[in-house]
Nanobody
């Protein structure tokens, strides 16, 4: 079993920055992919960015150039550096892990709220 715990959310003004962290515990392989998703009020959850051992990092078009995903394998932690935040980035951000043999994300964190004021 895997547990994911996010932190780092908060309230920030437009143009500001935040860094989210997600610590994973349990049996994790370096081949497993980790990702960030987000869900704004009244909207479906959407994928934001992901990183895997073999494949390059990937980003949704809406955050490309502003967000950076990184992973510290020694700490089983994935980060999301968010710069130049916009009010449209307001959402609950979720960390997720996908086994290297899975086609969908297997584990999810509880989420951390990010609110960007205009």
């Amino acid at each position: 079993q895997v547990q994911l715990v996010e932190s780092g959310g908060g309230l920030v003004q437009a143009g500001g920055s935040l860094r989210l962290s997600c610590v994973a515990s349990g049996r994790i392989s370096v081949a497993d992919a980790m990702a960030w998703h987000r869900q704004a009020p009244g909207q479906d959850r959407e994928w934001v960015a992901s990183t895997a051992h073999v494949h390059a990092t990937k980003y949704a078009d809406s955050v490309k150039g502003r967000f950076t995903i990184s992973r510290d394998y020694t700490k089983n932690t994935v980060y999301l550096q968010m710069n130049n935040l916009k009010p449209d980035d307001t959402a609950v951000y979720y960390c997720a892990l996908k086994r290297h043999y899975s086609s969908s994300y297997d584990y999810w964190g509880q989420g951390t709220q990010v609110t960007v004021s205009s």
